[in-house]
Every structure is written in C-alpha cells, then in structure tokens.
C-alpha cells in the first residue's frame, strides 16, 4: 500500500511538472511572438518613415509649401536640429543619446510585452524612435549630430515626419491600454469595499 500511494504521488507531480513546464515553454513561446510582432512593426514603421524622407529630400524645397488640405496641411521640407517644434536645437547630441537610450529601453520593453495589443503599441514607438534616430545618425552635418528631415507642415504650427506620427500613435494606444487594464482593477476594489 505504501508503494501505490508513493506511485500516486511520483505521479501527480511529474504531470504537475510537465504543465508547469508546458507553461512555461508556451509563455515563452508567447513572449518570442510579441517581441517578434514589436519588432516586425518597428522595421516596418522606420523603414516606411525613411523612404518618405527620401521622396521629400528629393521632391520638396524648404522655400514653397504644397497644400494638401488648405491651410491646415501641406508638404514642406524642413530639416529640425532639435526636437518636437524645434525646441533643443543647440543640443543636438543631447537627442542623439536620448534615441539611443530611448532605443535599448524599447526593445527591453518589446521583449517584456505582456499582450499583442502592448507589442503592436511598443513597436510603433520604436520604430519612430529608430526613424528619428537614423537621422540624428547618419544626416548632414555629421555623426550624432545630424538633423531630423520633417516634411508634414501643420498650418503655421510646426512641420513633423512619419516617425513623429508614430510615435504619437504609439503612446495614445499605450494610454488606452494602460486606462482599459485600470478597469477591472477598479471594479474589483469596489466590489471588495461593497462586500465589507
């Protein structure tokens, strides 16, 4: 008798052991598939954002604005030394390494994805972090100290770039993850209260 409940025991925790491993093994495999989907977005998002800068540095002048939709949008070639509306543009390097930090944090993050939505979220803000960086890289007037080609003109705002969209997108999608995950949290704890 004590030999079948030592079976029994051996046994349940060997099949215990397997689906804790088969667990594991899929939430790693479910991790590869979102950091696979942030990064397949990124490339995507830089790649797209750097070929529109192509076409505006050969197609756009910095002198005459092509409107799109009025006043309101229009096509103009602007190169930005800075930051969004040119804010920063004697610290050109300061952006530079701030991609780069900016960069590694991302991919960190696209790893440690917890959902497809959050990797799609992730892998836009990457990509316009990359697209922007590319450029603060390898643009004119040198290494790490290359200007941003925007070529978006909003009114008389600002003129920005595809990677600036991105980037835009990104974070409201990371905002509307982070409200949505918020609730259930703040239903649970008022259902906890109500059941005191």
């Known amino acids: 008798m004590p030999l079948e409940s030592t079976r029994r025991f051996l046994g349940r925790w060997s099949s215990a052991g397997s689906q804790m491993s088969a667990h594991g093994m899929s939430r790693s495999g479910g991790r590869r598939r979102r950091f696979a989907i942030a990064s397949l ?3 995507a998002i830089a790649l797209i954002d750097q070929a529109t800068k192509a076409a505006a ?3 756009l002048s910095e002198n005459e604005r092509i409107p799109l939709l009025g006043d309101l949008l229009g096509l103009q070639l602007a190169f930005n030394p800075g930051t969004v509306m040119s804010l920063g543009s004697n610290t050109t390097w300061v952006f530079t390494l701030l991609g780069i930090l900016a ?3 991302l991919f960190v993050a696209a790893a440690r994805a917890p959902s497809t939505p959050w ?10 972090a990359v697209g922007n960086l590319t450029d603060r890289l390898l643009a004119a007037p040198g290494f790490g100290r290359g200007h941003v080609t925007d070529f978006l003109a ?4 600002f003129i920005g ?15 509307l993850l982070s409200m949505r995950s918020e609730q259930p ?3 649970a704890e008022v259902s906890e209260r109500s059941a005191e």
């Open 154 to 157: 909003y009114a008389n705002l």
């Open 41 to 43: 977005v990124a490339v």
């Open 103 to 105: 960069s590694i944090a």
């Open 185 to 187: 949290q703040q239903r």
């Open 119 to 128: 990797a799609v979220a992730i892998g836009f803000v990457w990509g316009g």
């Open 57 to 59: 540095l050969m197609y």
């Open 161 to 175: 770039n595809l990677a600036d969209i991105a980037l835009g997108v990104g974070v409201g999608l990371g905002i």
